[in-house]
T-cell receptor, first 111, second 116 residues
């Protein structure tokens, strides 16, 4: 399977804590993106990281990519209740233009 | 900032009816996609479209589905005879061709299709 798989499936933390979500995949990728989705809503693009990059930052978000381990992580620092959502990784594999989405991590930030 | 738009935001239809979901991709983009997400499940690729033809499709995209770029701005997904299991959120996405190595896709907000 070429699917990205996130873990944990669900994560519950207190406001102010950091949240880390992981994504693993199985074949070579061109790039990997992280998306957020509030319940029943659309996909909000967070960060794209290319296969030749190891780390990217955007505000409170930090994404790492380890192509040797075929894994990526998304770190949300100083979490807020508004960060409560599902987070998906989506991988674009070499030789194809489509994205394969993972099953997502449901993050709940408790106020 | 340019964005992908989709209409309607919510479509309710009866089983067996035809539906057309509409998307306006970002204006200079050349690659177009449809994905769907059944409630509580992952986002699934349906089809990609380039140069007025389908470039890739999944096993979900059977004969009941078709895509079209009827003019220079719209990109549509048609489901000929809807089934209950077609109920899902449908996302359109587009990509430019500035760089051959660029795979960045920009997603629209989605159309929620409810088949009753």
């Amino acid at each position: 399977s070429q699917q990205g798989e996130e873990d944990p499936q669900a994560l519950s933390i207190q406001e102010g804590e950091n949240a880390t979500m992981n994504c693993s995949y199985k074949t070579s990728i061109n790039n990997l993106q992280w998306y957020r989705q509030n319940s029943g809503r659309g996909l909000v693009h967070l960060i794209l990281i290319r296969s030749n990059e190891r780390e990217k930052h955007s505000g409170r978000l930090r994404v790492t990519l380890d192509t040797s381990k075929k894994s990526s992580s998304l770190l949300i620092t100083a979490s807020r209740a508004a960060d409560t959502a599902s987070y998906f990784c989506a991988t674009a594999f070499s030789g194809t233009y489509k994205y394969i989405f993972g099953t997502g991590t449901r993050l709940k930030v408790l106020a | 900032e340019p964005e992908v738009t989709q209409t309607p935001s919510h479509q309710v239809t009866q089983m067996g009816q035809e539906v057309i979901l509409r998307c306006v991709p970002i204006s200079n983009h050349l690659y177009f996609y449809w994905y769907r997400q059944i409630l509580g499940q992952k986002v699934e690729f349906l089809v990609s479209f380039y140069n007025n033809e389908i470039s890739e499709k999944s096993e979900i995209f059977d004969d009941q589905f078709s895509v079209e770029r009827p003019d220079g701005s719209n990109f549509t997904l048609k489901i000929r005879s809807t089934k209950l299991e077609d109920s899902a959120m449908y996302f359109c996405a587009s990509r430019d061709k500035v760089s051959r190595s660029s795979y960045e896709q920009y997603f629209g907000p989605g159309t929620r299709l409810t088949v009753t």
